[in-house]
């Protein structure tokens, strides 16, 4: 098996540009790098990553990082299947191989059902004639954005250049700046998220990848924290520490979430508009599709100096928000014959700073990466 060595995309010396590695590398490890800086519910990084033969990566779920409690029918961590796979083909792409991706190799899967077989077989080949794609350079500046976003107006043409980064065909696009249906949508956010928090295992998930201190990110190098929100370290070592600390939120669990019920309100009341996906059909192949087509439409704000955050408490698999799911869809205008499967919030806003992934090697199976050096080597 390979070495997965090297430096990580996204240090200070390969920032938006091709990661510097040996010539003996593994292009399979090269690629790997890139698709594991793909969004991930409570970036739980929910991967299983093997090599077979020379050409082969396996791609799978780690069900021990699924979100049984808030994420039931595993759709987020499909769509963060397909966002991972989008990363792994454009970083393809760049270096000369084509990705031929074979999903569900073993059959279609239930979508009931928890899935232990391959998600996806990649087979990469070489290829003269691939193109890079100009949204490589993104991915490891691509974040998810927490703090409070201008109100400034995006305007036609940045939308319009959105609107034109993926083939939306089988995966609908909406946007919209519409301070009315914003308002709308705010409010059925909060009122999901109260209900998501309300049910103790939810909440025991939601703090299970919920950072505290940078202390915890550091020892977990999954999940996300305050510094996402744009605290910065003497913010963010106080409020984990003293005022919101991992204690206080188990001692008073309906302080926590007044509070983060607060902080989705003020995101939605600042930021420049909403965006969505939606699916005609809702299997494991459409969620996988739209998470593919999500990275591209985020690598793509990215380029834009768009800040973007997926919002999406309303439209959780959950009892509590079936029926807020439903006026979300209608609000939205969306046909009832679709299933909406994304929806973020967009606007102008300062950079924060990247969650961490975990190293390389724990993405394998034991045994099967060796030398692994650390993943994305940003800073928390
Ligand atoms: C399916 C899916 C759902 C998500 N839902 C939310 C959400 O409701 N709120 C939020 O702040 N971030 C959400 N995220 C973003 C993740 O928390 C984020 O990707 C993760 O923390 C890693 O950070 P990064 O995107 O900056 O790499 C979601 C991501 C995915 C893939």
Redesign the pocket.
């Known amino acids: 098996m390979p070495a997965v060595a090297g430096p990580p995309p996204g240090t200070r010396k390969d920032r938006g540009a091709a990661v510097p590695f040996s010539k003996d590398e593994d292009i399979r490890v090269r690629v790997v790098r890139y698709a594991i ?7 739980t990084q929910p991967w299983r990553v093997a090599f077979r033969g020379n050409d082969r990566i396996v791609l799978s779920l780690d069900q021990s990082r699924a979100l049984p409690a808030r994420d039931p029918h595993g ?2 961590a499909f ?2 299947c397909g ?1 991972f796979l989008e990363n792994l083909e454009i970083a393809a792409r760049q270096f000369g191989y084509r990705a031929d991706i074979d999903l569900f190799p073993a059959g279609w899967p239930d979508p009931g059902k928890p899935l232990f077989d391959p998600v996806a077989h990649i087979d990469l080949e070489g290829d003269k004639n691939a193109r890079p794609d100009p949204l490589f350079a993104a991915i490891p500046d ?5 703090r409070l976003f201008s109100r400034e107006e995006i305007s036609l043409s940045v939308a319009g250049e959105l609107a034109e980064c993926a083939d939306f065909e089988l995966v609908p696009f909406g946007f919209s700046q519409d301070r009315d249906l914003v308002r709308a949508i705010r409010d059925l956010a909060a009122e999901a998220f109260l209900g998501e928090l309300s049910d103790g295992d939810r909440f025991f998930e939601f703090l299970e990848y919920f950072r505290f201190t940078d202390d915890e990110t550091k020892k977990a190098r999954d ?2 924290g305050y510094a ?1 929100s744009g605290h910065g370290m003497i913010s963010r070592f106080f409020i984990g520490t003293f005022l919101r600390s991992r204690k206080s939120a188990l001692r008073h669990p309906e302080k926590f979430v007044q509070k983060e019920v607060s902080c989705i309100c003020a995101r939605l009341d600042h930021c420049g508009g909403v965006g969505w996906l939606s699916t005609k059909g809702d299997y494991r192949i459409d969620q996988v599709r739209a ?1 593919r087509v ?1 990275e591209r439409v ?1 690598l793509k704000a990215t380029s834009l100096s768009l800040a973007l ?5 309303p439209i959780a698999d959950i009892p509590p928000v079936a029926g807020i799911r439903s006026q979300v869809c209608e609000f939205l205008g969306l046909p009832r014959t679709h299933t909406l499967q ?1 929806l973020f919030r967009i606007g102008y806003a300062p950079g ?1 700073p ?2 961490p992934r975990r190293d390389l090697a724990s993405f394998f199976p034991a045994g099967e990466a060796h030398n692994t050096s650390h993943v994305p080597g940003q800073s928390t």
């Open positions: 800086l793909a969004p991930s519910p409570s970036n759709r987020w769509l963060s966002a691509r974040r998810t954005n927490r999940g996300f996402q998470g999500f985020h955050q997926p919002v999406t408490a994304m924060v990247a969650p």
